[in-house]
């Protein structure tokens, strides 16, 4: 497992200045947070520091977790309300997907000798034969497999 970072960008692209802005994420072990700016209480995103996702600003916030193998997606929900002079309200919401495939490489290795395990006898100047069944019982594809005998035989799987 590896550290995984989200960025979410929030666009104001409407004709009113949002409050609240709030953004949530469908993982409940993801918890996003603003992205300040340098000396700021608000967010980088907020130039005039008011607080309001004003008309046309891009706010950034930011998540931080482990990856898992495997496929994983998510959903991330930004939301801010307006009030009008007649103290009418109206929520503004917008979700946005995302997801990865975490890589999990694995292999094993069955060495066997004349079709065996392990405890076979064999007399001396019999034939012996020696099998390799390797397996890669991970998720992604692997390449260039060599497998290398400690007898110095080496053999490139096909």
Do not use: C
């Not at 995984?4 to 960008?9: A, H, N, P, Q």
């Not at 004003?54 to 997606?73: L, M, N």
């Not at 503004?92 to 076979?120: C, E, Q, R, W």
């Not at 100047?125 to 998720?139: E, H, I, L, S």
């Amino acid at each position: 497992n590896e550290p995984i970072s989200w960025e979410y960008t929030v666009t104001n692209i409407g004709n009113v200045a949002l409050s609240g802005i709030s953004v949530t994420d469908s993982d409940g072990g993801v918890t996003p947070v603003a992205v300040l700016g340098n000396g700021h209480v608000t967010n980088i995103g907020d130039s005039n520091d008011n607080n309001m996702l004003d008309a046309g600003e891009i706010w950034k916030f930011s998540a931080t977790g482990t990856s898992v193998a495997g496929p994983y997606s998510n959903t991330g929900t930004a939301s801010g309300s307006f009030t009008d002079d007649a103290n009418h309200t109206r929520t503004a919401t917008a979700t946005d997907d995302s997801g990865y495939t975490g890589a999990d490489p694995h292999i094993t290795l069955d060495k066997k000798t004349n079709g065996v395990d392990h405890g076979l006898n064999i007399f001396q100047g019999q034939p012996v034969t020696w099998t390799y069944d390797v397996k890669n019982d991970g998720n992604v594809a692997l390449a260039h497999v060599v497998v290398t005998d400690d007898n110095g035989t080496a053999g490139t799987a096909g």
